[in-house]
């Protein structure tokens, strides 16, 4: 299967543990996203990559929320500290560099729940 | 800021009845207009897009049309399968990259 994969598929943590998620592109993919769904809403846009470059942070990020691309290839978000509000579907998504055409690939999600 | 609003949901409908869902979008500038759907147990995936007024996006029976005077993109399908079931959402593109701004979904279930 070529497509994106993420893991772990869920994660169930205490509050104030920290928790960390993987995300392996298509591998021709340069450009890699991360989204936040909570229940009942659309996904929201956290961050992206640029090959190992991240060229952009929301303001949905907060401090305690970090992402790496370091060999432009897979990507790690890590939770510190987390919050019962923290509680929801990570994706990963996944696009070519060349095109900028909206059209992302994404991955099943990593959902996460906070007790 | 950008913001994307669709119909709420579930809609429930026979196999073979016709298939609506609104969207409507603000947008500073001329965003382009999608709609990606989700199958049960499945990652998002581009169903149809629209880069410009007038366009109309199409795929697997769907169709939506950018309406630039009206703002919306809504989603149209002549007859739904019982396979069509899934959660549809409308999204827009703004600045660089790739990064979308989606509306909340809407769930489609369709019935024999």
């Known amino acids: 299967d070529t497509g994106v994969s993420q893991d772990p598929r869920h994660k169930i943590t205490k509050r104030g543990q920290n928790v960390t998620f993987r995300c392996d592109p298509i591998?021709?993919?340069?450009?890699l996203y991360w989204y936040r769904q909570t229940l009942g809403q659309g996904p929201e846009f956290l961050t992206y990559f640029q090959n190992e470059a991240q060229l952009e942070k929301s303001r949905l990020l907060s401090d305690r929320f970090s992402a790496e691309r370091p060999k432009g290839s897979f990507s790690t978000l890590e939770i510190q500290r987390t919050e019962q509000g923290d509680s929801a579907m990570y994706l990963c998504a996944s696009s070519p560099e060349a095109t900028n055409t909206g059209e992302l690939f994404f991955g099943e999600g990593s959902r996460l729940t906070v007790l | 800021g950008n913001s994307v609003t669709q119909m709420e949901g579930p809609v429930t409908l026979s196999e073979e009845a016709f298939l609506t869902i609104n969207c409507t979008y603000t947008a500073t500038g001329y965003p382009s207009l999608f709609w990606y759907v989700q199958y049960p147990g499945e990652g998002l995936q581009l169903l149809l897009k629209a880069t410009k007024a007038d366009d109309k996006g199409s795929n697997k029976g769907f169709e939506a049309t950018y309406r630039k005077e009206t703002t919306s993109f809504h989603l149209e399908k002549g007859s739904v399968q019982v396979s069509d079931s899934a959660v549809y959402f409308c999204a827009l593109k703004w600045g660089g990259g790739n990064k979308l701004t989606f509306g909340t979904g809407t769930q489609l279930k369709v019935e024999l």
């Open positions: 591998s021709e993919h340069n450009r």
